[in-house]
């Protein structure tokens, strides 16, 4: 189970864009019940076919969804930061989740109890559309997804996975390594390797040690397939902007 | 009363269902048609009674990709149920027949009034994003002939007829694979008697063994209705821990 830690070494919740984006009064209300947390990398948040306890909202944390098949393979069909939240099988009525949650970049997260976000998200018409918002937003996501991984090579996967990383991530670099980039693009290893590679003699990223580092976000972009750019607008035009934008736009 | 037949509809409150029969209007879905392309703005949502929908994501320079069937279990139009006005999808007809139709401003007046049917509909695009991860995974990880035995199955299942009119192209999209790969894949399914094929009909002559012949994805989509199905996926043991042997996507 993820460490609850120290309010004063945390970020707000503020920093998930999904609870900035509650009205004064529905974010009072939620507070109470939040919970920060820890997830280091590699961390599972729930299992398929398992019940889940909480939903989680990231702040400066990553979560990958993996579809797991029967006969235990395993490919990624989402990237959840702080743009959403982790769990909607909760208030979407599923009983069980039919994928697994695994922390991908280790960070921050607010939780909140099933019991409290079932309730809530009955009680109050703002929480609830804006959770919707996010279901279509991630619908819109996995497909593209499914899309991307059936008729793009492995370099414009790895483009694309880089990117949805980096928009979720302050700076440039990412802890990561090969092995887990394989297992979320569902190839082997050493198509992750080769293709990294090929990205590292361009001179688009810089890859050591678990460490990699964007160097010319611009030529990943013309790198990369369109599912990025579909994903992202479908992302900006559905979801609340970020906290600063937010106010600015207000103020 | 009479049988409702679809069963998305008939899992609502009798009372609640007696309020939305004013606005159902039965119409007949003809094969081939567009309901929606992505991007459109959304002006009816449709129940399937004995048509199927096939959803598509579109992509540039190759054949769209189906990501989700919709037939009696499900409706047509799910960004609506989200709050969201515009489809993210290509919805093609793909199984000619009747279907419930409502606008959809009166689906959104009856959104607004009957909290069972959002919730119903909760469940259902809940479903529905299982069968999605689980195509998008199925697409990635099964070979060409288990994927079309599954296609066809799931299309029986929703026409309820073991024979529809389906052109090789039209398989190609639905399967994410060229003409020549469908026309050996149905070619070997024929070869074993367990389908016939000619001039754009299938017929599927031996239900049991085609079922054989699919993968597991077929019954972990079936099941997913009555929930049952996610235990029986096997719990993985860690989520790094079998990256070497997954195995490249088939084509």
Same mark, same amino acid.
């Given at each position: 189970?993820?460490k609850?830690?120290?309010?004063t070494?945390?970020?707000s919740?503020? !920093?998930?864009h999904?609870?900035?984006?509650?009205?004064d009064?529905?974010?009072?209300r939620?507070?109470p019940?939040?919970?920060?947390v820890?997830l280091p990398?590699?961390m599972?948040?729930?299992?398929s076919?398992?019940?889940?306890?909480?939903v989680?909202?990231?702040?400066d944390?990553?979560?990958s969804?993996?579809?797991?098949l029967?006969?235990?393979?395993s490919? !990624?069909?989402?990237?959840?930061g702080? !743009?959403?939240l982790?769990?909607?099988a909760?208030?979407m009525g599923?009983?069980?989740?039919?994928?697994r949650a695994?922390v991908?970049?280790a960070?921050?997260?607010?939780?909140?109890?099933a019991?409290v976000?079932k309730a809530?998200f009955d009680?109050?018409?703002e929480?609830?559309?804006?959770?919707?918002?996010?279901?279509q937003?991630?619908?819109?996501?996995?497909?593209q997804?499914?899309?991307?991984?059936?008729?793009h090579s492995?370099?414009q996967?790895l483009?694309?996975?880089?990117?949805?990383?980096?928009?979720r991530?302050?700076g440039d670099?990412?802890?990561?390594?090969?092995?887990?980039?394989a297992?979320m693009?569902g190839v082997r290893?050493?198509?992750v390797?080769?293709?990294?590679s090929?990205?590292?003699?361009a001179?688009?990223?810089e890859?050591?040690?678990?460490?990699?580092?964007v160097t010319?976000?611009?030529?990943? !972009?013309?790198r990369?397939?369109?599912?990025?750019?579909?994903v992202?607008r479908?992302?900006?035009?559905?979801?609340p902007?970020?906290?600063?934008?937010?106010?600015?736009?207000?103020? | 009363m009479?049988?409702i037949?679809n069963?998305l509809?008939?899992?609502?409150?009798?009372k609640s269902?007696r309020?939305l029969v004013?606005g159902?209007?039965?119409?007949?879905?003809?094969?081939?048609?567009?309901?929606?392309?992505?991007g459109?703005?959304?002006r009816?949502v449709f129940?399937?009674v004995?048509s199927?929908?096939?959803?598509l994501t579109?992509?540039?320079?190759?054949?769209?990709?189906e990501v989700?069937?919709?037939g009696?279990?499900?409706m047509?139009g799910?960004?609506l149920?989200l709050g969201i006005g515009?489809s993210?999808?290509?919805?093609?007809v793909?199984g000619?027949?009747?279907?419930l139709k409502?606008s959809a401003d009166?689906f959104?007046t009856?959104?607004h009034?009957i909290?069972a049917?959002?919730?119903e509909?909760?469940r259902?695009?809940?479903?529905?994003?299982?069968?999605?991860?689980?195509?998008?995974?199925c697409?990635?990880?099964?070979?060409?002939?288990a994927?079309?035995a599954?296609w066809?199955?799931?299309?029986?299942d929703?026409?309820?007829?073991?024979?529809?009119r389906?052109?090789?192209e039209?398989?190609?999209?639905m399967?994410?694979v060229?003409?020549?790969?469908?026309t050996?894949?149905a070619?070997a399914?024929q070869r074993?008697?367990?389908?016939?094929?000619?001039?754009?009909?299938?017929r599927?002559?031996?239900?049991?063994?085609?079922?054989?012949?699919?993968?597991?994805c077929?019954?972990?989509v079936?099941?997913?209705?009555d929930g049952a199905?996610y235990?029986?996926i096997?719990?993985?043991h860690s989520?790094i821990s079998?990256p070497s042997?997954?195995p490249?996507?088939?084509?």
């Amino acid at each position: 189970m993820p460490k609850a830690v120290p309010a004063t070494t945390l970020p707000s919740p503020k !920093e998930n864009h999904l609870l900035a984006a509650l009205s004064d009064e529905a974010y009072r209300r939620l507070l109470p019940s939040l919970e920060g947390v820890a997830l280091p990398l590699g961390m599972v948040l729930y299992e398929s076919g398992g019940t889940q306890g909480y939903v989680y909202f990231p702040t400066d944390s990553i979560v990958s969804l993996l579809y797991v098949l029967a006969d235990g393979a395993s490919a !990624e069909i989402a990237v959840t930061g702080s !743009e959403g939240l982790v769990g909607i099988a909760l208030f979407m009525g599923g009983e069980t989740t039919p994928s697994r949650a695994v922390v991908q970049s280790a960070g921050h997260a607010y939780r909140l109890r099933a019991s409290v976000c079932k309730a809530q998200f009955d009680a109050n018409p703002e929480l609830q559309h804006l959770l919707l918002r996010f279901t279509q937003a991630l619908i819109t996501q996995m497909t593209q997804t499914a899309v991307c991984n059936r008729h793009h090579s492995i370099d414009q996967q790895l483009c694309r996975w880089l990117l949805l990383s980096l928009d979720r991530l302050k700076g440039d670099h990412l802890s990561m390594t090969q092995e887990l980039i394989a297992n979320m693009l569902g190839v082997r290893r050493e198509g992750v390797t080769e293709a990294a590679s090929r990205l590292q003699a361009a001179g688009l990223i810089e890859y050591r040690r678990g460490d990699i580092h964007v160097t010319d976000r611009k030529r990943l !972009e013309a790198r990369v397939c369109e599912c990025y750019a579909v994903v992202k607008r479908e992302y900006d035009r559905l979801l609340p902007a970020p906290r600063a934008a937010h106010i600015a736009a207000v103020g | 009363m009479a049988a409702i037949l679809n069963s998305l509809l008939a899992a609502l409150p009798r009372k609640s269902y007696r309020r939305l029969v004013s606005g159902l209007a039965p119409v007949t879905l003809t094969f081939g048609d567009i309901l929606y392309h992505p991007g459109d703005t959304i002006r009816d949502v449709f129940f399937p009674v004995e048509s199927l929908v096939s959803l598509l994501t579109p992509v540039d320079g190759h054949l769209a990709l189906e990501v989700g069937m919709v037939g009696r279990e499900g409706m047509v139009g799910v960004p609506l149920a989200l709050g969201i006005g515009v489809s993210s999808v290509r919805a093609l007809v793909q199984g000619a027949g009747p279907a419930l139709k409502m606008s959809a401003d009166r689906f959104r007046t009856e959104l607004h009034a009957i909290p069972a049917l959002q919730a119903e509909l909760n469940r259902y695009v809940h479903t529905l994003m299982a069968q999605i991860s689980q195509t998008a995974a199925c697409n990635r990880f099964h070979v060409v002939e288990a994927r079309l035995a599954r296609w066809l199955l799931m299309t029986r299942d929703r026409v309820r007829s073991g024979e529809f009119r389906m052109t090789h192209e039209f398989l190609s999209h639905m399967l994410g694979v060229r003409r020549v790969g469908v026309t050996e894949a149905a070619t070997a399914l024929q070869r074993r008697h367990l389908i016939e094929y000619s001039r754009g009909n299938i017929r599927i002559l031996d239900h049991a063994g085609l079922e054989a012949a699919s993968c597991d994805c077929y019954t972990v989509v079936r099941d997913m209705h009555d929930g049952a199905v996610y235990s029986r996926i096997p719990a993985p043991h860690s989520p790094i821990s079998r990256p070497s042997s997954i195995p490249a996507p088939h084509s």
